[in-house]
């Protein structure tokens, strides 16, 4: 289990070039946002995300890129009667202005930084975040950090995983990595056919994801007192 660790060089370089490889698609929102596959796709394997979103609130997009995921959810989530506030983090400076413009009544919500190390100014009601915002072997930790950092007492965790219709690669488990770390998973929802996008949601005021909580906080102070020890 990996705590206090800086994420790798190489995959920081990694995200480094993802948004050169963004910034290249300027005529195109959906494929700036990474996408290839056409609006119709688009809105089949990202709308599930709705699923875990039920009333009214504001939500943090980890990872926003250009901001038109936000700006989509916020479109679909009004077609329900559910009205969205837009925050935005994301890595890439460039990308980040993009958000800002998109959302001009909101630049002051949209951040630069990375998500591993992150301290947001505020809680939200609802946090959206991949799965490989971090390599694997620091996701459990990533995940506490999100819970404890980003979402509110009422809040709410959503976890995407992307799989790849050209390829044939579904997406990665969200659901049985979560449960297999000791977290509570309040729901799930996939997109496409067959699935290539995968949703999992985790409820900060849950008995289990509290007591969860309050064992990672223990063991992290017990190894920050190990490691002032040495």
């Known amino acids: 289990m990996i705590t206090n660790s800086e994420l790798p060089r190489d995959f920081l ?7 050169v490889a963004y910034l290249a698609a300027e005529d195109d929102p959906i494929r700036q946002s990474g996408f290839s596959g056409g609006p119709r796709r688009w809105r089949a394997e990202r709308k ?5 979103i039920e009333i009214n609130g504001d939500i943090l997009d980890v990872g926003c890129a250009n ?15 559910i009205t969205l506030i837009p925050y935005g983090l ?36 609802y946090v959206y975040t991949l799965y490989d ?26 976890v995407g995983a992307y799989g790849s219709r050209s390829q044939g690669t579904p997406p990665f488990d969200i659901k049985g990595f979560l449960e297999s770390r000791g977290f509570s998973v309040a729901g799930t929802a ?8 995968s949703f999992a949601w985790i409820d900060r005021m849950n008995r ?14 017990k190894e920050f007192k190990e490691e002032c020890a040495l």
Not at 67 to 81: K, M, N, Q, S, V
Not at 113 to 122: K, Q
Not at 208 to 221: A, D, W, Y
């Open 13 to 19: 370089e990694k995200l480094e070039s993802l948004e």
């Open 48 to 52: 599930p995300i709705l699923g875990a």
């Open 67 to 81: 901001g038109f995921l936000l700006e989509c959810l916020i479109e679909w989530a009004g077609e329900r009667g």
């Open 90 to 125: 994301d890595q890439g400076a460039q990308l980040i202005e993009l958000a800002k413009k998109r959302f001009p009544s909101y630049r002051s919500d949209f951040y630069v930084g990375n998500a591993w190390d992150w301290e947001p100014p505020r809680q939200y009601r």
């Open 133 to 158: 915002c971090v390599p694997l072997e620091f996701l459990e930790e990533y995940v506490y950090r999100v819970l404890v950092r980003m979402v509110g007492a009422r809040g709410r965790l959503i």
């Open 190 to 197: 996939e997109g496409g056919k067959p699935p290539v996008t």
């Open 208 to 221: 289990t994801t509290t007591s969860f909580i309050k064992h990672r906080k223990s063991l992290n102070n």
